[in-house]
């Protein structure tokens, strides 16, 4: 059940993608087993397996056999080969018979004690709704229950997700539930039993509403999605979507992933704080809402990754830029004070047309991380159908696997939505039959799936519509050893020297060995190294020479009794080498020039690795700093150019050009002096008559005739352009002078 709060516009989510795409692993899915089949809908599923007999599973979902909201309870005990489904008999919902259920969550305590917590409500009343909590001390075999949270009130529950304590702490056992509370302005609602819910604590409001200055009266939404989870040492953490207002005047701000915490089993909270932004809400390819729901788990185990906290979420980030949703994933080594930057657990090469959706995380005893989503990859070239998929992280979430497919038929967004066409009737009890009203949203495929694990034993469950309308499914398998996830040397990747390679731990902690590859063939027919490795970074590869290489990656268990295949191949290629320092032609060096933009020109740098383009630096200090009197002409590609700024007048100017590659590799020229001058300009002055003038002429003479200074800039005084026998400069060049002064001859030409 979901009811829409009002919500501010938020900016999409910022910070780094850190995993490169690529396809998927080749490993075919497990088999698929259906768990209902009623033409009718089913979605929104949780699973877990019970913790003291591995072959006992219990899911629970919320379930419209009857043409109307109820919950269906699955149990397998032959570990999730079979199933039994039935649904909470009326006798036993708090509101009784032709009253809605909706929203069921899932919890075990490692005892094997099971809760259930179902959001039961009277249809069309927002005032007649609980958070209803069911117990199993038998493994699933009969439940009791109702308890209820509080009496109803005049609000409106709804996402009432669960966890218990099961760090053998001070509050272990301690049953912990957080939710959203409507009417709009809505708020996230913290609860507690300390007696195996038998009963429950006050409630605490953890998320209250908010406004800001900018705002006026209006209230802000606190956000909704809550999730409760318990660290290592007993604290228990809220995490939900919510909105992070400015701080102006301006009533704005962000969708973000907030955060509470709670050092005393759950009686008081810290304030809230803002984990990242992320992108909201929006919609899959389909019409599928989608929205940055946090789910996650924490590193209970004592192991190596003991302590660690994990979240992960649907996002649309800025390398998605046709808007398409990522299953992105932090963590957090700090008991929540501080987070990792986000990375992608999707692998699918085209991200930004893809949607990946609604992830499910789980930690196993192993301190194994295990992601399930949907994703749309399968179905190319639309993107429309979705498929189940599985991600692995097995170094404490710094990378996750290749991607696993899961679901072996693609389901159709259309299908979901096609079942709530046929309405079912419903008998009276007085020879009267009367429609089943179906809420139009009964039709989407649900907001979220389950996932659980016992050490290497993995069970799924999600909504599939493969046929025709939306069923449960589920999936048992054995935690696989997937072909490594490549992350640097990136494909189609340029490098200029040694690099370091790295991929994404393919097995468990300390139990995984590598073998690195490297090829100047995609066939790897022709090997320059092959190694092995106990860790996913491999720095002891030999230095390569320029050129085109090939990598891949093979993973195998320490005992070699098992390995995965060759990751996909990626390439690379080497440019060691700069290309060689320009030689400037022209202007040469301490030319004058009356051209106050020359065509700057300088010798060609070839290379058969890669183009090479120049960067032609002009200023008037002969370091270049980067301020106003340097100008800099980037990427030229040619060995020559105009630039379109003038050189100073008279005054020296410095001329360098810097030959650069695309593997970062430089080579400087000399460099070279120019100055400009106006020709016939000999005093170097501007009189009343311009730059060539009288006082010109008087100069020359005197400089020719009766020993007067050389002229500032000799070259402007040879205004005939031509060398005579006595030099550059001589009584040819005055009498030119004169004719241009007095006599209408052609100016000066230098």
């Known amino acids: 059940m979901r009811k829409f709060a009002s919500t501010l516009l938020a900016v999409s989510a910022t910070a780094v993608v850190l995993v490169t795409a690529q396809p998927s692993s080749s490993l075919p899915p497990p088999t698929n087993i259906r768990i209902t089949n009623h033409p009718l809908l089913h979605n929104e599923e949780q699973v877990f397996i019970c913790p003291t007999d591995s072959n006992i599973i219990i899911a629970n979902w919320r379930d419209f056999r009857l043409g109307y909201r109820q919950v269906g309870i699955g149990r397998s005990t032959d570990a999730g080969q079979t199933w039994f489904d039935s649904l909470i008999p009326p006798e036993m919902q708090y509101f009784g018979f032709d009253a809605w259920q909706s929203d069921p969550t899932m919890t075990v305590h490692q005892s094997g004690t099971y809760?259930?917590?179902?959001?039961?409500?009277?249809?069309?009343?927002?005032?007649?709704?609980v958070i209803a909590f069911y117990k199993s001390t038998n493994k699933g075999v009969s439940w009791t229950g109702p308890v209820a949270h509080v009496p109803p009130g005049l609000f409106f529950e709804d996402k009432q997700f669960i966890t218990a304590d099961r760090t053998g702490g001070p509050y272990d056992g301690n049953l912990y539930c957080s939710w959203t509370r409507f009417e709009?302005?809505?708020?996230?609602?913290?609860i507690r039993s300390t007696d195996g819910g038998a009963s429950f604590d006050d409630t605490v409001i953890v998320g209250p509403t908010q406004t800001s200055t900018g705002c006026g009266s209006y209230i802000v939404d606190a956000g909704q999605f809550s999730i409760p989870i318990?660290?290592?040492n007993g604290d228990v953490h809220v995490f939900w979507l919510g909105i992070a207002l400015d701080s102006g005047l301006a009533c704005t701000g962000d969708d973000v992933i907030k955060h509470v915490v709670s050092t005393d089993g759950g009686q008081t909270f810290t304030d809230e704080d803002v984990i990242l932004s992320v992108s909201g809400w929006g919609y899959a390819r389909g019409g599928v809402n989608i929205y940055s729901q946090p789910v996650g788990d924490a590193d209970i185990t004592g192991g190596p990754f003991d302590g660690?906290?994990?979240?992960c979420f649907t996002n649309v980030g800025p390398e998605d830029g046709t808007g398409h949703g990522d299953v992105?994933?932090?963590r957090s080594t700090d008991n929540g004070l501080t987070w990792s930057s986000r990375m992608a657990i999707n692998d699918d090469a085209n991200t930004a047309a893809i949607d990946n959706f609604h992830p499910w995380l789980v930690v196993n005893e192993d301190g194994v991380i295990i992601v399930v989503f949907y994703d749309q990859r399968y179905d190319s070239p639309a993107y429309y159908k979705f498929d189940l998929n599985a991600a692995y992280s097995f170094d404490g979430g710094l990378t996750f696997t290749a991607n696993h497919r899961i679901s072996t038929v693609s389901s159709s967004p259309d299908d979901l939505k096609r079942a709530a066409i046929a309405r079912p009737w419903r008998d009276n009890g007085d020879g009267t039959m009367s429609p089943v009203y179906m809420n139009p949203m009964a039709g989407v495929l649900?907001?979220?799936?389950?996932?659980?694990?016992?050490?290497?034993?993995?069970?799924?469950?999600?909504?599939?519509s493969r046929h025709g309308n939306s069923e449960v499914y589920t999936a048992n398998w054995y935690l696989p050893i997937l072909e490594p996830r490549l992350i640097e040397p990136a494909n189609g990747s340029l490098l200029s020297g040694p690099t370091v390679y790295r991929w994404s731990t393919a097995w468990k902690h300390n139990s995984d060995r590598y073998r690195v590859e490297i090829a100047t063939d995609a066939g790897f027919l022709s090997m320059v190294f092959s190694g092995l490795t106990d860790t996913s970074v491999y720095t002891g590869a030999p230095v390569l020479g320029d050129g085109l290489y090939y990598w891949r990656v093979k993973a195998f268990t320490t005992d070699g009794l098992e390995s995965s295949g060759y990751s996909p191949t990626w390439s690379f290629e080497v440019d060691a080498t700069a290309p060689d320092a320009p030689t400037l032609l022209s202007p040469a060096n301490m030319a004058v020039v009356f051209d106050p933009t020359p065509l700057f020109d300088w010798t060609t740098s070839t290379k058969l690795a890669t183009p090479v383009t120049y960067d032609l630096y002009v200023g008037s200090d002969s370091l270049f700093p980067p301020d106003t009197t340097t100008r800099v002409y980037p990427d030229l590609t040619q060995s020559q150019y105009t630039p379109s700024d003038s050189l100073p007048l008279r005054t020296p100017a410095f001329w360098r050009v810097v030959a650069k590659d695309a593997a970062g590799h430089t080579a400087t020229s000399m460099t070279n002096t120019v100055t400009y001058a106006i020709c016939g300009n000999i005093d170097g002055l501007e009189g009343p008559g311009g730059p060539v003038d009288v006082a010109d002429l008087t100069y020359l003479v005197a400089y020719l005739f009766v020993g007067g200074p050389v002229p500032p800039i000799l070259a402007a005084a040879n205004v005939d352009g031509v060398i005579g026998p006595s030099g550059p400069v001589d009584v040819a060049d005055l009498t030119y002078l004169v004719a241009f002064l007095f006599q209408g001859g052609a100016p000066p030409v230098c």
């Open 115 to 129: 809760y259930m917590s179902i959001l039961d409500f009277v249809n069309g009343s927002d005032n007649q709704s």
């Open 184 to 190: 709009n302005p809505d708020r996230i609602m913290f």
């Open 230 to 232: 318990v660290s290592s």
């Open 308 to 311: 660690n906290m994990y979240v």
């Open 328 to 330: 992105d994933f932090i």
């Open 446 to 464: 649900g907001e979220y799936i389950g996932v659980t694990a016992f050490h290497d034993k993995v069970n799924a469950v999600w909504t599939d």
